[in-house]
């Protein structure tokens, strides 16, 4: 148990962290129970209140129309700097979106470029591409969105969108629990891993439906500046569920409700919300596609295919990660994109 004191856990947080940029220790949050407790916390009740009431996306060119691409916060900070989504960024300047203004990334991001990276894979600006804008937000728990433009700073201070650490919604790792405070339920079985009690799971329902509901309101109020909104965020994963409808969630096996002592829970999603306000992507279909061709592509360079080689593969992006970076799924965003433009 001592392992999980919050302390012992801070180093681990800090190395999530992209210098110059640094951890809040008070930002770090490694249970259900502590997500819940994070909302009353000065700087995300502040970024929250803004996202909701003041955000407002910044002036484009007459003649041109925006669109938004709501893509998943990532382990490592500022999230530009993450394998997933220099994949991603990467995709779309290699189709044509040029970045607009000027960027504030630190100069100590230089350190960070690989061979063949574009020398503006870490701006942060609007990406334009004939007469569309191209915006990029972040769907983030604890905070709600972020706007790229708010990854690095924030009222001339450190973001806290880079600031912080937030593993305490992912129960299959197995690690997201507090043993160390008196409301935990959690119970340690095989391999030092945890397993979620009520406590837990009721915690993860009040700080899901909360999220969804900071998402709602804020893209609803800034909706209309925006031709279209497409969120590319993987099946499974607890992003895919803030935004997922009903029949969304009964076509892809995504679960409803969760189970706390007494009854259930139910779990809201955007689209339950406002049904038409963002199209999520990949679809089911997209990503099964995906694996065919990555199977074509293997067979092709060589490499083995196998089928357990192919879903391992696939699986970690092909070394970007997850699905969303894989170069056979971006094809079908940025096929979507060309359309929409």
């Not at 969760?258 to 259930?264: E, H, L, P, T, V």
């Amino acid at each position: 148990m001592d392992k999980f004191t919050r302390e012992n856990r801070f180093h681990e947080s800090a190395i999530k962290i992209r210098k110059p940029f640094k951890i809040d220790p008070s930002l770090c949050i490694y249970s259900p129970q502590e997500n819940v407790d994070s909302l009353m916390h000065p700087k995300i009740k502040k970024w929250q209140q803004f996202i909701q009431n003041e955000w407002t996306p910044s002036p484009i060119p007459k003649g041109t129309k925006r669109l938004a691409l709501i893509i998943p916060c990532t382990k490592y900070k500022p999230y530009i700097t993450s394998r997933e989504h220099k994949a991603i960024n990467a995709a779309l300047l290699r189709d044509g979106w040029k970045p607009t203004g000027i960027s504030e990334a630190p100069n100590e991001f230089e350190k960070l470029l690989e061979k063949g990276d574009d020398p503006e894979i870490f701006h942060e600006g609007y990406l334009k591409k004939k007469n569309f804008i191209l915006e990029r937000i972040v769907i983030s728990e604890p905070l709600g969105i972020v706007p790229y433009q708010f990854i690095y700073f924030w009222n001339g201070k450190q973001s806290p969108a880079t600031s912080y650490d937030d593993p305490g919604l992912f129960e299959s790792r197995g690690t997201s629990v507090s043993p160390y405070r008196p409301d935990s339920t959690a119970t340690e079985v095989k391999g030092g891993k945890w397993k979620w009690g009520n406590a837990e799971r009721s915690s993860y329902v009040e700080m899901h439906n909360h999220l969804v509901e900071v998402i709602t309101s804020s893209l609803k109020r800034v909706g209309n500046h925006y031709h279209e909104i497409v969120a590319w965020v993987s099946p499974g994963l607890t992003h895919r569920s803030f935004l997922a409808s009903k029949k969304i969630r009964l076509e892809e096996g995504i679960s409803s409700s969760r189970k706390i002592q007494g009854g259930r829970k139910k779990l809201n999603g955007v689209l339950d919300l406002e049904s038409e306000i963002l199209k999520i992507m990949p679809t089911l279909e997209q990503l099964k596609l995906a694996q065919h061709h990555l199977e074509k592509r293997l067979k092709e360079e060589g490499r083995n295919s196998s089928p357990k080689s192919v879903r391992s593969i696939y699986a970690r992006g092909d070394g970007n990660d997850t699905p969303l970076g894989l170069k056979e799924t971006l094809d079908y965003l940025l096929t979507c994109l060309n359309k929409i433009g």
